[in-house]
């Protein structure tokens, strides 16, 4: 009987609930604190008033004006003005009917519309007119007169009068 021996007294814990209560104020008060000041700089904060997006027509026109006002032809700049113009119609494009035609070659460009639906057969000719004729001058150093150039502008625009709703 000398295995069997008698059970422990339990053990003389000091009372530790108020280092507990400080533990949670030093949590509790910071996080509270943070909250306040969070909630009322978001309060605070200056209201932004959303513009709604122009409709692709409209920003293409401004974009068209723009360029007509910069006088690029009288400068005798022809290049970067049929640049200027197929990068409008292109852009137009794009936001019009959700096709990524700046990123396409202007046969890439051409054979998806034909197959899109988004323009009748009197467009996809005029437009395909008005791309090659921007390419001859952007890529084959084409030297166009001034009315080929007013032409390949008023073409663009009236692509986009054509399609813009």
């Known amino acids: 009987m000398n295995d069997i021996k008698d ?20 949590i509790v008060i910071p ?12 309060s605070h904060a200056p209201v932004v008033p959303l513009i709604p997006e122009l409709p692709a027509w409209e920003k293409a026109y401004q974009q ?14 022809f290049k ?3 640049t200027r113009v197929a990068d409008i119609a292109r852009h137009y494009m794009e936001n019009r009917f959700n096709i990524h035609a700046p990123h396409m070659t202007t046969e890439e460009f051409l054979s ?14 005029a437009l395909k007119d008005f791309l090659n004729s921007c390419d001859m001058v952007k890529f084959a150093k084409y030297a166009p007169t001034t009315n080929e150039a007013l032409k390949n502008f008023d073409c ?4 986009i009068d054509e399609t813009k709703i």
């Open 80 to 82: 970067e003005f049929f």
């Open 31 to 42: 996080a509270g604190i943070y909250l306040l000041l969070r909630k009322k700089k978001a």
């Open 156 to 159: 663009a625009r009236k692509l």
């Open 64 to 77: 068209l004006e723009s360029l007509r006002q910069e006088n690029l032809l009288d400068k005798g700049l």
């Open 112 to 125: 998806y519309l034909g197959i899109s639906g988004h323009l009748n057969e009197n467009q996809k000719a």
């Open 7 to 26: 059970v422990k007294p339990p053990l003389n814990l000091p009372d530790l609930w108020w280092l507990l209560w400080i533990l949670l104020a030093l």
